[in-house]
DNA sequence: GATTGACCTGTTACAGTATCACATACCATA
DNA sequence: TATGGTATGTGATACTGTAACAGGTCAATC
């Protein structure tokens, strides 16, 4: 049952959960995918790949930028975006659009476009799957329109930050 | 039947239509709901709807600061996101995020946060009712998550960019 | 008529996001 | 070692978006 475990998934990044083990478990999950892949996760995308999974957050290009600079990759922009780009590309990390900032991919390796639920308080993002969004957006489509790609990204308050607000 | 007849329009875009009759009636509509809400749809307003309904694409907002430039209103990045940024708000255009661009609102009073379509040949971009499409991302959501606000969009192929490619 | 206050428009300056173009380095393999 | 593909570094630049402030317009009120 994918869904029941990628929900399970989903709902940790807006649970506690130990981090440090969440984190190391997908990085290992993503240096698989690429071997099997045949892709090259170098230093730089691999290190790229950590800072994204230091959090649950989204982080910005220059964000990511400005940590790789600091420990002595390359500082000018394509240094960041590129390494981005390949994550994105490989299926290791996200875009998420509305806030033009990029996150780890948390279940790298299966093919999904997930949904994005986005945390306006703590803005911790993370992925649900979405099988039942792409077929309502296919079905609300004209006849004639083929969908190839959708994006679709929530905003609202996680669990705790509606309890700290109440 | 709201459904029917947003989809109706909502396929317009992606068919042959009677373009000025459509714009004008679109604009007719945004200057009622904008006197029924009390606001102002001054000349920098209704010149930039006017520039949004010109076409069923999504204009950037420097594509949108050049027109109103070359037709003696200000040529400063604020003049067009203000104006852009009130359009949105009173729900008279939406912003296409993926594309970062904003296209006019094809049925402007109705309240809605519509599943965007984006051909990705012709450029074209067509709004339609997503309500099934909220109630999918609702029901991905963990439980304590509560879902304010919902950006889908999807990309593909118009009926008629398929036909020319074909 | 003068004053007030809300709102609108305009400007400067700048912050953040993204890409192009080119040079160089690395690495696998023949 | 020669070669070709891939990855990285660098500078420049384009695109997107916002903060802060000055002045103008207009309606309501004094």
């Known amino acids: 049952m994918p869904t029941a475990s990628a929900g399970a998934a989903a ?3 807006f649970a506690a959960h130990d981090h440090a083990r969440c984190a ?3 990085l290992a999950q993503a240096e698989a995918v690429a071997v099997a892949a045949g892709l090259r996760l170098t230093p730089v995308r691999r290190r790229t790949l950590e800072i994204l999974l230091e959090s649950h957050r989204a982080l910005g290009a220059y964000e990511v930028l400005d940590r790789l600079a600091a420990e002595g ?6 240094v960041a975006y590129r390494a981005l780009d390949f ?10 659009q509305r806030l033009n900032a990029f996150a780890a991919c948390m279940h790298p390796g299966r093919a999904h476009q997930p949904v994005f639920l986005i945390c306006r308080s703590c803005n911790a ?15 609300a489509a004209p006849p004639g329109f083929a969908v190839e790609r959708v994006t679709a990204e929530a905003v609202g308050l996680c669990a705790s930050c509606r309890g700290a607000a109440a």
Do not use: N, Y
């Open 24 to 26: 190391a478990e997908t």
């Open 73 to 78: 990759f390359g500082r000018q922009p394509p």
């Open 125 to 139: 993002v993370a992925e649900v799957p979405a099988a039942a969004v792409h077929a309502a957006v296919a079905a």
């Open 87 to 96: 994550l994105v590309d490989a299926g290791l990390a996200h875009r998420v």
């Open 11 to 13: 709902a940790s990044a």
